[in-house]
């Protein structure tokens, strides 16, 4: 089992910056990928970034290019999210996802941890 522990939202002003983290524990060492999501209420949970741990490549959604970075330490167990240059619609509750195989669905969510943007 891995356990996921996300912190670092809050209210910001459009244009600011925020990091999230999220720490993983239980058994981390079987972690090959993780991940941020995000949800806004009445709509399908959209994914943000993924990080593999291996190789440490990087993808982004549309969306997050040039303005998201992920990263991890794989020494502390933990993945970043810096959000730079922030909008209104980035408003929604992130997630923080982790999975044991390469490919495939993310078996581990953490709880959310709100973002709000203000125009």
């Known amino acids: 089992q891995v356990q996921l522990v996300e912190s670092g939202g809050g209210l910001v002003q459009a244009g600011d910056s925020l990091r999230l983290s999220c720490v993983a524990s239980?058994?981390?060492?079987?972690?090959?990928?993780m991940g941020w999501f995000r949800r806004v209420p009445g709509k399908d949970r959209e994914f943000v970034a993924t990080?593999?741990?291996?190789?440490?490549?990087?993808y982004y959604s549309d969306s997050a290019k040039g303005r998201f970075t992920i990263s991890g330490d794989n020494a502390k167990n933990t993945v970043y999210l810096q959000m730079n240059s922030l909008k209104p619609e980035d408003t929604a509750v992130y997630y923080c996802?982790?999975?044991?195989?390469?490919?495939?669905?993310?078996?581990?969510w953490g709880q959310g941890t709100q973002v709000t943007v203000s125009s």
């Open positions: 239980g058994h981390p060492s079987n972690i090959r990928s």
């Open positions: 990080m593999y741990w291996s190789s440490s490549n990087t």
């Open positions: 996802a982790a999975r044991t195989q390469t490919m495939g669905s993310y078996n581990y």
